[in-house]
């Protein structure tokens, strides 16, 4: 385990109470099922900075995420912001390990709080045995608390004292960044070029008191506070492609890069709105533009235009503008029109929650429209996912000539995750039109076949040109009010839906093949669902989980899953609606008749953790990720106590 906490650390601190403070036990370090920041080499380790919005806590915790990457480390991040632009309490939790991670961690090992509130709201996010490092100028912690080791650091005045008094306190975040890459043995030199590079292109002063702020911090001496600092171990990877680290956002609009797509139009609102800003920079470099419209409308039109032109377009928003833009959806599924459209959800309905997650737009994006409207709906996993599913939402949009709905939501947007980078020599596409001349007898429209539209400008060597409309039509385009025909044709482009889900392919079932409980989920829900059914299956629980990426269509074959389980449950970010399930639980059961199908959901605007999950699916057995209790048992309906559930939203910045 190596050497503890310097039993004398509190010796340091302002208040004479704190020399009565004493290390953690080693009871403590049992209860934990991972390493924890008290050996010297660690192999995973959560960081939460804990503070206002307007401090940059994002911008410090971004670095330490970027190194990691940089650094062939696993790692994942969670934040959440105020909704107001006066800004408000925020935080930015980092999970950085050598090994596999796939959630942001259900506890901190290592707390900052800047403020006193930071401190009041967090420390119980704080394991037992963990670090808080707190701003001594602006906080007063409860020295007789002997659950954690305390290290009072005045931030705020040797940032000031740092930097000079004009600089006031504004770059105490990367004075902290400092501090952290000492405690935990960072690369200094790739901390440096990552502060370089962020504040390339600014004055040279910004990026020198950067730098003094970073070096200020890394000099501070920990010594006397902790006996030693920490650092990671690290497992080379073998032959594998180098990592790169990006968010969510970022991944799914170069993924539409790479897919082909080189126009397109959109509207701001959060949390899309980096999407944009990302398109707006790199499509011209392609040869492309994105364009922002007067409003949602307007953006969805001029992305049917491109499309209707030969190329491949995308419009997107969040969930209130997807509803503005379901009509001209709805058009894109009459005429058959490829269109990608993505929408990055949040809390709603109306305005709602704006920079808060939910997954409650899944029904509005299958069923938004009036009339049977065919398209097709993918959701991503993880930020990796963001890349590739963007890139088969473009494949699917070309080769059925369907709108494409991608969901996501803020966790995904705004979550950094390192992953192996893109092998493009392989995954580039080609997004010209093909202006071949077409013979004589093309139909678009044809009830054989799969639509597939001639751009305008191609030759057709009969002479006669298609038509593309929004009214019901025959084969070759031309409106129509034939009932014959209306029904062949809603029969038509139901059955190119029906061919696709023929050859999507079962989710790989993670866990146990045969036993009591599945658990399905979709969308960001995927490491906390892997997580609780890893640790459900280490206390003997006979569980297994899938994920579905494809969700309208669903894959064929899914049934002979759900056979092997006597229990089977969604776990979703939606409210359980009238009848008792998710979003997701609702089609399921339409689709399969299985009663055994129930849900377990939530809307309180934050991401699950891995307890709340098995807390929900295992009523009264699990009360931490530790292990069984009979202490704090749950509800029968998994709900937490409304007191706890308020407190923790409150907490993480919601409420």
Not at 38 to 51: C, K, M, S, T, Y
Not at 175 to 185: A, C, D, E, P, R
Not at 263 to 273: D, E, H, K, L, R
Not at 476 to 483: M, R
């Amino acid at each position: 385990m190596g050497d503890p906490v310097n039993p004398d650390v509190a010796a340091v601190q302002r208040s004479a109470a704190a020399d009565k403070a004493t290390p953690p036990t080693a009871t403590a370090a049992s209860q934990s099922d991972r390493a924890d920041l008290r050996p010297e080499n660690i192999q995973d380790a959560v960081i939460r900075l804990a503070g206002n919005s307007q401090d940059g806590i994002q911008t410090a915790g971004a670095f330490l995420a970027r190194l990691a990457g940089r650094s062939d480390q696993d790692v994942m991040t969670y934040m959440t912001i105020p909704s107001t632009i006066s800004g408000g309490p925020s935080i930015f939790q980092v999970r950085i390990g050598s090994g596999e991670v796939l959630s942001a961690g259900d506890e901190a090992d290592f707390l900052v709080a800047f403020y006193q509130h930071s401190y009041q709201d967090h420390l119980d996010f704080l394991k037992e045995g963990g670090v808080l490092l707190y701003d001594s100028d602006n906080v007063e912690p409860n020295l007789d608390d002997k659950r954690f080791v305390y290290v009072g650091v005045p931030i705020t005045g040797l940032t000031v004292e740092a930097l000079g008094g004009t600089a006031k306190d504004k770059g105490k975040n990367i004075f902290v960044l400092g501090l952290i890459s000492k405690i935990f043995s960072l690369d200094v030199e790739k901390l440096k070029k990552l502060i370089s590079e962020k504040f390339a292109g600014k004055d040279e002063s910004i990026v020198n008191t950067a730098l003094m702020a970073f070096q200020a911090g890394y000099a501070y001496p920990v010594g006397k506070v902790l006996t030693h600092q920490y650092q990671f171990e690290h497992i080379p990877k073998t032959g594998g492609r180098a990592q790169i680290t990006m968010d969510g956002n970022q991944a799914l609009a170069y993924g539409l890069i790479a897919g082909g797509v080189r126009y397109g139009a959109g509207y701001p609102i959060t949390p899309w709105s980096s999407i944009m800003e990302v398109l707006r920079r790199e499509l011209p470099k392609y040869g492309g533009i994105f364009v922002q419209a007067e409003d949602e409308l307007g953006a969805v039109s001029l992305s049917l235009g491109f499309s209707y032109a030969g190329y491949l377009a995308v419009t997107g928003s969040a969930g209130p503008g997807i509803s503005l833009k379901s009509e001209a959806i709805g058009w894109a599924s009459m005429a058959e029109m490829p269109l990608i459209i993505c929408n990055i959800q949040r809390g709603g309905p109306s305005t709602g929650l704006p920079t808060n997650v939910e997954q409650s737009d899944l029904h509005q994006a299958i069923f938004g429209s009036h009339g049977d409207s065919p398209r097709v709906v993918l959701a991503a996993a993880t930020v990796e996912d963001c890349f590739y599913i963007a890139i088969e939402a473009a494949r699917i949009a070309r080769k059925y000539s369907t709108p494409v709905l991608i969901l996501s939501d803020t966790s995904l947007a705004t979550r950094i995750e390192a992953f192996d980078e893109p092998d493009l020599s392989k995954l580039i596409v080609d997004p010209k039109p093909d202006l071949t001349p077409r013979e004589g007898g093309f139909k678009p429209y044809d009830l054989e076949k799969i639509t597939q539209h001639v751009p305008p400008g191609t030759r057709m060597l009969d002479g006669k040109y298609p038509l593309v409309t929004g009214l019901e039509h025959d084969e070759h385009g031309h409106p129509t009010g034939s009932p014959k025909l209306h029904m062949a044709m809603t029969a038509k482009r139901r059955k190119k839906l029906q061919k696709l889900a023929e050859e999507i392919p079962v989710p790989e079932v993670y866990g146990d093949e045969n036993g009591d409980t599945l658990l399905v989920g979709w969308g960001s829900t995927y490491g906390p669902i892997h997580d609780a059914a890893k640790l459900a299956r280490e206390h003997g629980e006979r569980i297994g989980a899938f994920h579905l990426r494809h969700l309208h269509p669903l894959p064929n074959g899914l049934e002979k899953i759900f056979k092997n389980f006597k229990r089977i449950v969604t776990v979703e970010m939606n409210d359980q609606g009238l009848y008792g399930f998710g979003q997701l639980g609702t089609i399921l059961r339409a689709r399969y008749c299985e009663p055994k199908i129930e849900s377990f959901t939530k809307t309180d605007g934050l991401t699950f953790r891995v307890k709340e999950i098995l807390q929900g699916v295992f009523p009264g057995k699990f009360v931490s990720v530790r292990g069984y209790s009979p202490n704090r048992p749950v509800g029968s309906n998994g709900e937490q106590d409304v007191k706890i559930a308020r407190a923790e939203s409150i907490t993480q910045g919601v409420g």
